[in-house]
């Protein structure tokens, strides 16, 4: 196990909290490292929590247009789906294939989250999401290529393989490049962010503000941290298999996600969806060819 | 506005209730995941709307809602 067993509840509930401040705090460093490459000063490292918990004393406006229960209750459903992962992920090393669920359970939010306003706006939002999703074949060609590996989609059993065998990004690459390109687009000025794009002012968010808005950017901090922790276990388990050398090399991505992000323009919509395709095409070469 | 208020203060009680009890109790793992998974959303959104920002009074709130045209 990497991190200690206990069924302490309240262990579990320090963990949650823990990894979103740690998660925010990368989000940060990922906003400077934006804005030192474009020779800005940038914001403190804080900013992103300090957003997040600035939002929980902000006014809760609902848009008299929206479907009041479904515009609460979705995107609780997004903060609750992240909160499932990461305790079935890098808390208790379980099913990877309960993360991808969550991840499901994500878009779909996305896509609701969008329509219960039935602001113009965040419709164009919700109707890239469902784009977006369509581009989410890495997340399904990677882990069944770990299977073939490893025989298992328990962390814990993938994690024990590649101790044995070595990391799986030497057997894999392409497998881990296309979950890499995930990573990419879920961190915040991505090239393949079209659901967040300033052309559609904040994307499927733009009418939620208040405390909605600090639970949705508390779900999104913890979906940075569990999908960053999953890229790192599953394909260098290998090396990084304690939580020192996991945090470190969480920093390090983040500042490598940071010159992407700074350097890269975001792609049209079509061509987001198709280059994501062509990575998972890719993983499944590198498999064939093995 | 103080029926709201109070109406939030009794939520936020009985949505962070489970999780205190949870920690308190240590139900077994199962039970846990889905504690944590259904109520910490839902009690930090009612504990938001206790603390977030409202107008005091009847007129505050009055005053807030007047519509000022800027142009748009």
Redo the contacts between chains.
């Keep these: 196990m990497i991190y200690p067993a206990t069924n302490s509840m309240l262990y579990l509930f320090l963990e949650i909290i823990t990894a979103s401040l740690f998660a925010g705090l990368l989000l940060g460093l990922h906003r400077k490292v934006i804005a030192r490459i474009q020779r800005r000063p940038g914001p403190p490292l804080i900013q992103y929590m300090l957003h997040t918990l600035k939002f929980f004393i902000k006014e809760l406006t609902i848009p008299d247009t929206s479907s009041m229960p479904l515009y609460v209750a979705i995107a609780l459903a997004l903060a609750g789906a992240w909160v499932l992962a990461f305790l079935v992920g890098p808390v208790l090393l379980g099913p990877y294939i309960i993360i991808i669920m969550c991840y499901a359970v994500h878009k779909v939010s996305e896509h609701g989250i969008g329509l219960a306003t039935g602001s113009p706006y965040a419709k164009f939002g919700s109707s890239r999401a469902v784009l977006s999703a369509t581009s989410e074949m890495p997340l399904v060609v990677a882990p069944a290529l770990v299977f073939v590996r490893t025989n298992s989609l328990i962390l814990q059993d993938i994690i024990n393989y590649q101790i044995i065998n070595g990391s799986l990004v030497n057997q894999l690459p392409l497998a881990a490049l296309a979950t890499f390109i995930l990573v990419i687009t879920k961190t915040p000025f991505n090239p393949f962010g079209i659901v967040y794009g300033k052309d559609i002012i904040s994307g499927f968010k733009t009418e939620h503000f208040g405390v909605i808005r600090g639970v949705l950017m508390f779900g999104e901090t913890l979906a940075f941290f569990v999908l960053l922790w999953c890229f790192l276990v599953i394909f260098f388990g290998g090396v990084i298999n304690t939580p020192l050398t996991i945090l470190l090399a969480m920093i390090g991505v983040t500042f490598i996600l940071g010159f992407i992000c700074a350097l890269t323009p975001m792609v049209a919509p079509y061509h987001s969806v198709m280059i994501q395709w062509i990575f998972a095409l890719l993983a499944i070469a590198n498999v064939l060819l093995i | 506005m103080i029926k709201t208020m109070t109406k939030n203060r009794i939520m936020s009680l009985l949505t962070s209730l489970p ?1 205190i009890l ?2 308190i109790l ?4 199962v039970i ?2 889905g ?4 109520f ?3 009690s ?2 009612y ?3 206790v ?4 107008p005091k009074s009847k007129k505050e709130e009055e005053e807030r809602k007047k519509i000022t045209f800027t142009g748009y």
Aim: glycine share 8%; no cysteine.
């Design positions: 999780l949870g920690f240590n139900p077994p793992l846990s995941i504690l944590l998974t259904f910490i959303p839902l930090s959104y504990i938001g709307q603390l977030m920002a409202r």
